[in-house]
C-alpha cells in the first residue's frame, strides 16, 4: 500500500481520536450539569458510554495503523 495513503490514514484516525476525546469531556460537562440541576443522567451516561466505547476503536484502528508503519 502507498505509503503517503497510509499516513494520511493515520493523520485521520489521529483527529477521530481527538475528536472522541472531545465528545467525552463535553459528555461529562452536560453530565455533570444534569447532576448539580437534579436532572436524570441515565440517557447522558448511556451516551457517554457509546462514546468511550468509539474511542477505543478509534484507538485501536490508530494503532493497527501505527503498527503498519512500524512506529
Not at 502507498?2 to 459528555?27: N, P
Not at 436532572?39 to 451516561?45: H, N, V, W, Y
Amino acid at each position: 500500500m502507498d505509503l503517503g495513503f497510509i499516513r494520511a490514514h493515520l493523520a485521520q484516525a489521529e483527529r477521530h481520536v481527538a475528536l472522541s476525546d472531545e465528545h467525552i469531556a463535553r459528555q461529562l460537562e452536560i453530565i455533570d450539569a444534569l447532576e448539580r440541576a437534579g436532572g436524570s443522567t441515565d440517557l447522558a451516561l448511556d451516551v457517554l458510554t457509546t462514546y468511550r466505547m468509539l474511542r477505543a476503536s478509534h484507538v485501536e484502528h490508530r494503532d493497527m495503523i501505527r503498527r503498519e508503519l512500524g512506529m
